[in-house]
């Protein structure tokens, strides 16, 4: 008698093997992983455009102090130049008025002749006091409105220059501040939507994803309001 060979129905044999197989993920669940991955790519983008930017500020600020520094060298060689001019026309005035008191015409003029040309208006305008019969003239030359000094103008103006300076760097440093300080929003965003994808229950999830967008948001809105270097 011949062997019967009967064949299971092919949908019978892998009905079982198709019921042990994960059913795909609901699409509720694609779309919270998906918007889990667009967080982590905007945010590390995020990220790294404001470590760049604190990198520049720092840069930044370590030229403004620096040439604040060089600046307020120059200040101080311009400042020591006009004291010293000051005692040269001190002596040079002092030399002159021992000569006159003495009667020695010739030596005066030795001296008038080498006042130099910032103090000869401020010397003359005294003399136009008639000091040596007027007892409220003005005391000596140096005293007198007339007498400038170029090196003492150019000191001032250049420790105005690094006062600037130092106040540009001294802002670039609050800005890099501002940036680093961003960041700490960022690696919040990170850490929330790094576990998000980590959780099961879809009610806390969607949760964490609203804190860590909201967290976003505000980092960036407060990025939006920091100058660019």
């Not at 980092?219 to 939006?224: C, I, M, N």
């Given at each position: 008698?011949?062997?019967?060979?009967?064949?299971?129905p092919h949908a019978l044999t892998e009905g079982p093997e198709r019921e042990g197989s994960a059913p795909p993920p609901p699409r509720a669940e694609r779309r919270l992983e998906l918007a889990s991955v667009l967080l982590l790519a905007l945010t590390t983008l995020?990220?790294?455009w404001c470590g760049y930017q604190a990198a520049r500020w720092s840069g930044e600020q370590s030229q403004h102090y620096a040439r604040a520094s060089a600046t307020r060298i120059k200040a101080l060689n311009a400042s020591t130049r006009a004291g010293?001019?000051?005692?040269?026309?001190?002596?040079?005035f002092n030399g002159w008025l021992d000569?006159?008191?003495?009667?020695?015409?010739?030596?005066?003029?030795?001296?008038?002749?080498?006042?130099?040309?910032?103090?000869?208006?401020?010397?003359?305008?005294?003399i136009a006091q008639r000091p040596?019969?007027?007892?409220r003239a003005i005391p000596g030359p140096l005293y007198m409105p007339q007498y400038r000094s170029a090196d003492?103008?150019?000191?001032?103006?250049?420790?105005?220059?690094a006062d600037e300076l130092y106040a540009e760097g001294t802002q670039a440093k609050t800005n890099d501040d501002r940036y680093?300080?961003?960041?700490?929003?960022?690696?919040?965003v990170l850490f929330f939507a790094g576990i998000s994808l980590r959780l099961d229950w879809r009610p806390l999830r969607i949760v964490v994803l609203g804190l860590a967008l909201a967290l976003l948001l505000g980092?960036?809105?407060?990025?939006?309001t920091l100058p660019l270097a």
């Open positions: 008698m011949g062997h019967v060979h009967v064949h299971a995020a990220t790294a010293q001019l000051r005692l040269d026309d001190l002596n040079y000569a006159r008191q003495a009667g020695n015409t010739q030596l005066a003029a030795i001296y008038r002749r080498r006042f130099r040309p910032e103090f000869v208006p401020a010397f003359r305008a005294w040596f019969t007027n007892p003492l103008a150019r000191s001032e103006r250049l420790d105005a220059a680093i300080l961003s960041t700490v929003f960022f690696a919040a980092g960036v809105g407060f990025v939006l």
